[in-house]
Structure formats: structure tokens, C-alpha cells
């Protein structure tokens, strides 16, 4: 495990709702291969979130968009895990950026991505989309911070824990990266 002088505060976000996500499953892993310095916060709104109106993006806009920012802002690093609806991002995970395009909660925010899929291309074409969009908001995608795990069923049990050694050297990679650039 990797030892750090302080406690880092990192938001993680699976992007879907479902209840029996894999990609939450696998959030939830990560948290808990993750070294005690590293302090998880779970974001869950992203299904209260109201529909992207850029009429409505003031500081005085829903009470649901502020919080998402607060826990941006607050956060030193964000851990987003998602899967691939339809070749590209989940709607859900999408409108909760867009509510962050203007704001700059991600400007120079340590951020790692993570898709996971039961495909064999792991949910490749929602990765690639969600790293324009937060490189387009000035987040700092980690350096061996990114990864995307085809065939995800195959590799995590139903209880959700991770039963492929070589996913799980990947993830505390990921995680170890996350950690280094937070620390920065």
C-alpha cells in the first residue's frame, strides 16, 4: 500500500442509476482496495439532478446542482466509474457535467476514469467521450489514472468484489496515481 503524508478527499461518482450496476459495484471495490489516507465521499444525485437549462445556471440555481458543486469543490481528487449506454455516456453522468461546464469546479481537479462494460470493448466509446468532456472543463486527467475493463462480470463476483488479480493490480494503480496527484 502506498503511504502519504495526509488524508485526501476524493468524490466518487458511478455513472449509473441502476441498482445492481456493475460500475457501482466496481466503485465500491476500489474504495475499499483503497489506502486509509484516502477518504471517499459517494456522490448520489445524479438521478435529482433537473435537465441541463443553461437559462438556469446562476448561483441561485436548483439546490441539487449546488450541492454537486460544493462536493466538487471540496473534494482534492474525483473518481468516476461508468458504464456505456448506446456508444457513449450515460445521460445522467453527461447532465451533471454540463451543469459544470461554466461553474470550473473541475478546473485542475486530480480526476480518474474507469469504464467498465460486460462487452469486450469495456464501454471504450463512453470513455473516450468522457475524457473530451472533462479535458473541455480543465479537469486533470491522471497520468495512469484511466482504464477500461472489458468483460467486467467476469472479473468481479456477485457480492461485488473483485475476483481477477490483474483487474485488481490495475485498480490500486489507478487508485495509487489518483493519490500521487492529489498530494501534488
Same mark, same amino acid.
Given at each position: 500500500?502506498?503511504?502519504?503524508?495526509?488524508?485526501?478527499?476524493?468524490?466518487?461518482?458511478?455513472? *449509473?442509476?441502476?441498482?445492481? *450496476? *456493475?460500475?457501482?459495484?466496481?466503485?465500491?471495490?476500489?474504495?475499499?482496495?483503497?489506502?486509509?489516507?484516502?477518504?471517499?465521499?459517494?456522490? #448520489?444525485?445524479?438521478?435529482?439532478?433537473?435537465?441541463? #437549462?443553461? =437559462?438556469? =445556471?446562476?448561483?441561485?440555481?436548483?439546490?441539487?446542482?449546488?450541492?454537486?458543486?460544493?462536493?466538487?469543490?471540496?473534494? =482534492?481528487?474525483?473518481?468516476?466509474?461508468?458504464?456505456?449506454?448506446?456508444?457513449?455516456?450515460?445521460?445522467?453522468?453527461?447532465?451533471?457535467?454540463?451543469?459544470?461546464?461554466?461553474?470550473?469546479?473541475?478546473?485542475?481537479?486530480?480526476?480518474?476514469?474507469? *469504464?467498465?462494460?460486460?462487452?469486450?470493448?469495456?464501454?471504450?466509446?463512453?470513455?473516450?467521450?468522457?475524457?473530451?468532456?472533462?479535458?473541455?472543463? #480543465?479537469?486533470?486527467?491522471?497520468?495512469?489514472?484511466?482504464?477500461?475493463?472489458?468483460?467486467?462480470?467476469?472479473?468481479?463476483?456477485?457480492?461485488?468484489?473483485?475476483?481477477?488479480?490483474?483487474?485488481?493490480?490495475?485498480?490500486?494503480?489507478?487508485?495509487?496515481?489518483?493519490?500521487?496527484?492529489?498530494?501534488?
Amino acid at each position: 500500500m502506498m503511504k502519504m503524508e495526509k488524508d485526501i478527499h476524493i468524490l466518487a461518482i458511478s455513472g *449509473s442509476l441502476r441498482q445492481q *450496476s *456493475s460500475n457501482t459495484a466496481l466503485m465500491n471495490a476500489m474504495i475499499a482496495l483503497a489506502p486509509e489516507n484516502m477518504k471517499f465521499s459517494v456522490y #448520489n444525485g445524479l438521478g435529482e439532478l433537473p435537465h441541463f #437549462n443553461p =437559462d438556469h =445556471d446562476t448561483d441561485e440555481g436548483a439546490s441539487e446542482v449546488r450541492e454537486l458543486r460544493k462536493q466538487i469543490n471540496e473534494a =482534492d481528487g474525483v473518481l468516476i466509474c461508468t458504464p456505456e449506454y448506446g456508444n457513449g455516456v450515460p445521460g445522467v453522468l453527461k447532465n451533471a457535467l454540463d451543469w459544470l461546464v461554466s461553474s470550473g469546479e473541475f478546473i485542475n481537479k486530480p480526476t480518474a476514469v474507469i *469504464s467498465a462494460s460486460p462487452t469486450p470493448m469495456g464501454g471504450d466509446k463512453a470513455h473516450a467521450s468522457l475524457l473530451l468532456t472533462l479535458n473541455m472543463i #480543465n479537469a486533470v486527467i491522471v497520468e495512469g489514472g484511466t482504464l477500461i475493463i472489458p468483460h467486467i462480470t467476469l472479473k468481479m463476483n456477485k457480492e461485488g468484489m473483485i475476483t481477477n488479480q490483474e483487474t485488481k493490480r490495475d485498480l490500486e494503480a489507478v487508485l495509487h496515481k489518483l493519490g500521487l496527484a492529489c498530494n501534488i
